[in-house]
């Protein structure tokens, strides 16, 4: 049995794609409104210091959307390279939001971003003061839209399978845009942005503070980034917590698999601070759990059921054989069989669980003849992989609660005016650097990794969505992705540095303008 297979080199391809694209894109979307915040206090106070704030951020800012831009245009093609039978089936609906993104928000951004680079000396305060306003607006609509089209795979709504072209077709674009999984996705995201941006700020100006170099802009630097992250994680755990009751509502397979929930307790059930899953045996070693918590945060009640994965698959095995009679189905109306009205009817009423009967295709060429065997095992492959949603959801989470400590004792020392004699808190500060890309990589790992085995939710199978390309073509631009994305990390890495040790002689450079 071979090891990896076209499907999951794909997959990784994929991954490797979007999680390097992420490193950028939270950044990016937290410093524009960091920036725009910085220009609004100059342009009121007047202060020359806060203008020269915004133009050194401004800088990273710049270098950190380059590449943003870059690694998304790579993403984007490949879902005409590798996952084309996806683009086929829901490009109608998925390419939507994608498309709008480009057109309002894309371009929106990318042409106020070099009036921001280059407008300074040619705009007056205000005129410059709302090109950055258009810079922020325009990141966070182009988060808003891919967040859109993204939510569509985890919640797919308002659509119609069109059986004879064999395509999703959309019904209403209102209800996929205002879609409930979208809206709280997005303000997480958006937050957990702003939370990397402020340290990100918060960890270079200790840096320059511990090597006592342009002390006034460092200790600015510090306070804007220390009150904007103190808010903004406040922000992302609320809106987090959230998103557990949504996944509760639309994703149960997915709630289960991150508690390791293997049965269904008397509610409300228990939340395992710690264990260590097993899978195969489907229960957990040294667990330490909270009584009740579980339930509450994820229901809103102490009443409400969590469904535990065994009956999970259950239910999903009843859904599979629902699955193959539309398919049944659906098969006579391909052929051109004349159907009765009876069978008509059963087609509409069961024709949204042909995604689960798909899902014997990995396990047999004959849907319609699977044995109970084909049927249990397609089941059990409703549940993704546990032990690693597990141990991301959790290491996201005490990312946050670190981060919001973090900002706590920085705002303090804000308050108090003792920055500088901080010297223990800014050497935490620079090392706390890492830790929201932590959190970021790791949510969405959870989120992406946890809708397994659906490419999208209960309709198209992952192993479906690929494209007819053979296992070393994969392989070989799999490679040759790794080496561009390790050079250009390492590239990016010592032009940042290089800006960040050339500090003093920006500020100089603007002493004499």
Same mark, same amino acid.
């Given at each position: 049995?071979?090891?990896?297979? @076209?499907v999951?080199l794909?997959?990784?391809?994929?991954?490797?794609?979007?999680m $390097?694209?992420?490193l950028?894109?939270?950044l990016? *979307?937290g410093?524009s409104l960091i920036?725009a915040?910085m220009?609004?206090i100059y342009?009121?106070?007047?202060?020359?210091?806060?203008?020269?704030m915004?133009?050194?951020w401004?800088?990273?800012?710049a270098?950190?959307?380059?590449?943003?831009?870059a690694?998304?245009?790579?993403?984007?093609?490949?879902?005409g390279?590798n996952?084309s039978?996806f683009?086929n089936?829901?490009g109608?609906i998925?390419?939507?939001?994608?498309?709008?993104e480009g057109?309002?928000?894309?371009?929106?951004?990318?042409?106020f971003?070099?009036?921001?680079?280059?407008?300074?000396?040619k705009?007056?305060?205000?005129?410059?003061l709302?090109? @950055?306003?258009?810079?922020?607006?325009?990141?966070n609509?182009s988060?808003?839209?891919?967040?859109?089209a993204n939510?569509?795979?985890?919640?797919?709504i308002?659509?119609?399978?069109n059986?004879?072209?064999?395509r999703?077709?959309m019904?209403?674009?209102?209800?996929?845009i205002?879609?409930? $999984?979208a809206q709280?996705?997005?303000?997480?995201t958006?937050?957990?942005?702003?939370?990397?941006?402020?340290?990100?700020?918060?960890?270079?100006s200790?840096?320059?503070l511990v090597?006592k170099?342009?002390v006034?802009?460092?200790k600015?630097?510090?306070?804007?980034s220390a009150?904007?992250?103190?808010?903004a994680?406040?922000?992302?755990?609320?809106?987090g917590?959230?998103s557990?009751?949504?996944i509760?509502k639309?994703q149960k397979s997915?709630?289960s698999a991150?508690e390791?929930?293997?049965? @269904?307790e008397k509610?409300p059930s228990?939340?395992k601070?710690?264990a260590i899953p097993?899978?195969?045996?489907?229960?957990?070693?040294?667990?330490?759990?909270?009584?009740k918590?579980l339930g509450?945060?994820?229901?809103r009640s102490?009443?409400?059921k969590?469904?535990?994965?065994?009956?999970?698959?259950?239910?999903?095995?009843?859904?599979?054989r629902?699955?193959i009679?539309?398919?049944?189905?659906?098969?006579?109306?391909?052929?051109?069989q004349?159907?009765?009205?009876?069978e008509?009817?059963?087609?509409?009423?069961l024709?949204k669980?042909l995604?689960?009967?798909?899902?014997?295709k990995?396990?047999?060429?004959? *849907?319609?003849?699977?044995?109970?065997t084909?049927?249990?095992?397609?089941?059990?492959?409703?549940i993704p992989n546990?032990?690693p949603?597990?141990f991301s959801?959790?290491?996201?989470?005490?990312c946050?609660? $670190?981060?919001?400590f973090l900002f706590t004792?920085c705002l303090?020392?804000?308050i108090?005016?003792?920055?500088?004699?901080a010297?223990?808190?800014q050497?935490?500060c620079?090392?706390?650097?890492?830790?929201?890309?932590i959190a970021?990589?790791s949510?969405?790992?959870?989120?992406e990794y946890?809708?397994?085995?659906? *490419?999208?939710?209960? *309709?198209?199978?992952t192993f479906l969505?690929?494209?007819?390309?053979?296992?070393?073509?994969?392989?070989t631009t799999?490679?040759l992705f790794?080496?561009?994305?390790f050079?250009?990390?390492?590239?990016?890495?010592y032009?940042?540095?290089?800006i960040?040790?050339?500090?003093?002689k920006f500020f100089?450079?603007?002493?004499k303008i």
């Open positions: 049995m071979e090891i990896l297979n @076209t999951d794909s997959r990784i391809q994929f991954a490797l794609t979007a $390097y694209h992420f950028f894109v939270p990016t *979307i410093m920036l915040i220009e609004t342009v009121i106070r007047g202060n020359i210091l806060y203008r020269d915004t133009q050194f401004g800088k990273l800012f270098i950190n959307f380059a590449m943003g831009v690694t998304g245009i790579i993403m984007e093609f490949q879902f390279t996952w039978y683009s089936y829901v109608d998925f390419g939507a939001p994608l498309a709008i057109l309002m928000a894309f371009f929106l951004e990318s042409t971003i070099g009036l921001f680079l280059f407008g300074w000396k705009l007056g305060k205000l005129q410059h709302f090109v @950055t306003w258009m810079v922020t607006l325009g990141s609509f988060a808003l839209w891919i967040i859109i939510s569509w795979m985890q919640n797919p308002s659509y119609n399978f059986h004879n072209a064999m999703m077709e019904l209403d674009i209102s209800k996929v205002f879609n409930p $999984y709280v996705k997005f303000l997480h958006v937050s957990s942005g702003y939370c990397t941006a402020a340290i990100f700020i918060l960890s270079i200790s840096y320059l090597k170099k342009c006034n802009f460092a600015n630097s510090f306070s804007v009150i904007f992250g103190f808010f994680i406040i922000f992302a755990i609320f809106l917590d959230e557990g009751f949504e509760n639309l997915k709630l991150i390791a929930e293997w049965k @269904t509610p228990s939340l601070v710690f097993n899978q195969k045996e489907q229960k957990n070693y040294y667990s330490i759990e909270i009584p918590l509450i945060i994820a229901t102490t009443k409400e969590i469904l535990g994965i065994q009956d999970i698959i259950e239910n999903n095995k009843v859904k599979i629902k699955g009679v539309a398919y049944k189905i659906l098969k006579k109306i391909k052929e051109k004349k159907i009765s009205e009876f008509e009817k059963r087609f509409t009423n024709k669980y995604g689960y009967a798909l899902l014997l990995k396990y047999t060429k004959n *849907i319609e003849q699977a044995k109970d084909d049927i249990e095992m397609a089941a059990n492959d409703t546990v032990l949603l597990f959801f959790r290491i996201m989470v005490l946050g609660f $670190y981060m919001l004792f303090a020392i804000c108090k005016r003792k920055i500088e004699n010297k223990f808190l050497k935490v620079i090392f706390s650097l890492p830790i929201p890309w970021s990589e949510g969405w790992f959870v989120s946890g809708r397994q085995p659906w *490419i999208i939710f209960e *309709i198209l199978p969505g690929i494209s007819n390309v053979k296992k070393y073509e994969v392989l799999l490679v790794s080496l561009l994305y050079i250009s990390f390492f590239a990016v890495l032009v940042v540095c290089k960040i040790k050339n500090s003093p100089e450079k603007n002493k």
